[in-house]
């Protein structure tokens, strides 16, 4: 088996802010009369909503997966790349369900997930903007009969714009024999890619109808560099 050695952690740290109205969904089994039919996921001893980072994580993956290995999404009729495999970009950094079929050799060091997505929790400085005015509002939206043009109102959990939430991601470096080089590359053209494409897309759901646009700000490393993400997370 090949040997692995963790060398080093990078971490990025700053904060998410909400540009158009961000719905993350809790789920709802049960709905009270008069109650939000799509609530978003709150914390559940402040009651202050949160992003949690497999949301933050999947959108990355998913989009990375759509960009670097379509063909494989393909073959996967849809679901996540799963290949397992040491050369894979995505597999390898994002990590491979356990698959006891999966020969060894083509798994043979690609070691530990990469990527760690923390929480993203209310910044201190959003808790004290917000402190007297709502951080959440309800969306109503109506979908319409095309034959009868009867509308079906539906409504929906937001948080609003201006929102910050603190922002958080560990990448652990392992060195197969390279000196850590593969790791360091796939941290810049795929961590760091995606963290640009999805400002350029959406997070959570009903993206296509203007929800969850988000920007990173103020992005540190653990040095406290700034981190740059490359220029088409403008569109440039």
């Given at each position: ?91 390898r950094v994002f ?75 560990a990448y652990r ?51 406290g560099n700034l ?10």
């Amino acid at each position: 088996m090949k040997e692995i050695k963790l060398k080093n952690i990078k971490m990025v740290k700053g904060k998410i802010e909400v540009k158009t109205g961000l719905h993350i969904g809790a789920g709802n089994d049960s709905i009270e009369i008069g109650g939000m039919d799509n609530p978003i996921i709150k914390d559940p001893v402040t009651f202050e909503p949160y992003i949690p980072g497999s949301s933050i994580k999947g959108k990355i993956r998913s989009l990375m997966e759509l960009l670097l290995v379509p063909e494989k999404i393909a073959e996967n009729e849809g679901k996540p790349c799963s290949c397992g495999q040491s050369d894979c970009p995505i597999c390898r950094v994002f990590g491979a369900a356990i698959d006891r079929k999966r020969s060894s050799e083509k798994t043979n060091g690609r070691g530990p997930t990469r990527l760690i997505v923390r929480d993203s929790r209310l910044s201190e400085e959003s808790k004290k903007a917000f402190s007297n005015k709502p951080l959440t509002e309800e969306k109503n939206e109506n979908s319409l009969n095309r034959i009868t043009a009867e509308a079906n109102l539906r409504s929906m959990e937001r948080v609003v714009p201006g929102v910050q939430f603190d922002f958080e991601i560990a990448y652990r470096v392992f060195d197969d024999g390279d000196d850590g080089k593969k790791d360091e590359e796939l941290f810049k053209n795929v961590v760091l890619a995606g963290l640009a494409v999805l400002q350029n897309d959406y997070l959570g759901g009903g993206g296509s109808r203007g929800n969850g646009r988000i920007e990173f700000k103020d992005l540190k490393d653990e040095s406290g560099n700034l981190v740059t993400l490359p220029d088409f997370a403008r569109g440039n």
